[in-house]
């Protein structure tokens, strides 16, 4: 399986910036794609960025211009520069990992989540 481990969430003012990042370890190569998921409460999980294993990226329109996703695989790293930071960008923040296409690795797991880290914006 794979355990991933968020950090550098916070409290910020509108305008700042934050870089979030997501240590993958255990069966790292079972990843594929890689990606950040927001969440507020009463509301569902939405997609902020995501990228491939070979090296594509997208963005939800919301964070396109002020985000940037990026993958160290060679630390097993995968981060999120946050800049112009906006109070509707406040909600915990998930790291995702997807399973490579395969009977051994989907037998281990076809999804993984981090534990979360919470970013509130101030006006």
């Known amino acids: 399986q794979v355990q991933l481990v968020e950090s550098g969430g916070g409290l910020v003012q509108a305008g700042d910036s934050l870089r979030l990042s997501c240590v993958a370890s255990g069966d790292i190569s079972c990843i594929s794609h890689m990606g950040w998921y927001r969440q507020v409460p009463g509301k569902e999980r939405e997609l902020v960025a995501v990228?491939?294993?070979?090296?594509?990226?997208n963005y939800a329109d919301s964070a396109k211009g002020r985000f940037t996703i990026s993958r160290d695989n060679a630390k097993n790293t995968l981060t999120l520069q946050m800049n112009n930071l906006k109070p509707e960008d406040t909600a915990v923040y998930y790291c995702?990992?997807?399973?490579?296409?395969?009977?051994?690795?989907?037998?281990?797991?076809?999804?993984?989540w981090g534990q979360g880290t919470q970013v509130t914006v101030s006006s």
């Open positions: 990228t491939t294993s070979g090296g594509s990226t």
């Open positions: 995702n990992a997807g399973s490579l296409p395969t009977i051994q690795c989907y037998r281990k797991g076809n999804e993984y």
